[in-house]
């Protein structure tokens, strides 16, 4: 064991959301959901666990991480440390090469990058599977960037508890389908409210909480079948559908996260769609708006979506790998 190791994970897009969370400890999501891993966006961890620190030590993009989410990693890192017998404190390293906590996944990136950096580092041999019980613990959508392609992730248990295991499964391969994901940019700067925060408000005080999460396994269904059918307008339908659904669950309960961008671009992915072309949009925990189009489609939109303002830029993403091992790490 080198005590080092390094690993590059991609940020995920939910088609069918996991919004709200099991009642009970574990951090287990209250509905299924299905996300399509991206190239074009990622994360790059580097953990080392040294006898020489006092304590562990995170820096993000080269600034120390602040205490929120330095417990968080630090929450991961001890369960590394109790599996793997290892004593001492480790220094984390992690550098987003896109907005990092603006609604654009650097969570799931994140922390799928760091549970795979960290067992790597403490010696543990997990397959990607255990790899992604271990970062669905910190973040839920995380457990899904372990995979590449098309993944889903279940519900948990009605009553979980810490014992309990859920990790994410590929259910299609990255060139399954001719997909290409849009990302406009609406602003660089963190949300207001965090995804965690934003569920929890939205579980507790929505009033139409129950009626999501009676929606979101019925359309998590349809949109694995046509997934597994690789119909990308239907897949593009439902994944609006389920943003849209997710989106007014949480408004109702005061959890805004659009902004008049957001706004002008969901209506101008309408007018495009009218005009003829295959793009349909979804919106994450954040303003920006990414757009699913046909890669024949994928310059047309691109251009009119740059055009809409308050978009600062758009970034072209594509199905991509999973979580790996890199710059002589142990491969995953
Ligand atoms: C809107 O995975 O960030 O992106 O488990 O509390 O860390 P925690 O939440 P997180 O929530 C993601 C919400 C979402 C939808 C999704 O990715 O499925």
């Known amino acids: ?36 891993t991206l190239s074009g966006l990622s994360t790059r961890t580097v953990v080392q666990f040294d006898q020489a620190l006092s304590a562990d030590h995170l820096e993000l993009s080269g600034r120390r991480a602040d205490e929120v989410a330095e417990g968080r990693a630090v929450a991961l890192l001890d369960r590394v440390r109790q599996a793997s017998g290892i004593a001492c404190f480790a220094r984390v390293e992690s550098v987003n090469d896109f907005p990092t906590a603006s609604g654009l996944a650097s969570s799931a990136s994140g922390f799928a990058a760091l549970a795979l950096a960290s067992a790597r580092a403490a010696g543990l041999d997990w397959d990607a599977a255990r790899l992604s019980d271990l970062a669905r613990r ?7 960037s372990l995979f590449g392609g098309y993944v889903e992730l279940d519900a948990g248990p009605p009553s979980p508890t810490d014992a309990d295991t859920l990790q994410a499964r590929p259910l299609a391969p990255v060139h399954h389908m001719p997909l290409v994901v ?33 929606f979101a396994p019925r359309l998590h269904a349809r949109l694995r079948a046509a997934v597994l059918s690789a119909d990308l307008p239907e897949v593009g ?15 109702a309960a005061g959890v805004v996260y659009w902004t008049p961008p957001t706004l002008a671009a969901i209506a101008a992915v309408k007018a495009l769609r009218e005009s003829g072309l295959t793009a349909y949009a979804t919106v994450d925990a954040g303003p920006h708006v990414k757009v699913l189009v046909a ?13 809409v303002p308050g978009v600062l830029r758009v970034i072209e993403a594509r199905p991509g790998a999973g979580a790996r091992c890199v710059d002589g790490g142990v491969a995953s």
């Open 138 to 144: 910190s973040s839920a959508s995380a457990a899904r």
């Open 295 to 307: 890669r024949t489609d994928a310059d047309a939109v691109g251009d009119a979506m740059r055009r």
């Open 182 to 214: 849009l990302v406009c940019v609406t602003t660089e700067g963190a949300k207001s409210v965090g995804s965690t925060e934003g569920m929890r408000a939205t579980l507790e005080t929505s009033p139409y909480a129950s009626a999501w999460l009676d």
């Open 237 to 251: 339908r439902l994944a609006e559908s389920s943003a849209l659904a997710m989106h007014a669950s949480a408004i």
């Open 1 to 36: 064991m080198s005590g080092l190791a390094v690993a590059v994970a991609h940020p995920n897009i939910a088609l069918s959301k996991y919004w709200g969370k099991r009642v009970g400890s574990g951090n287990f999501p209250a509905v299924p959901s299905l996300s399509v």
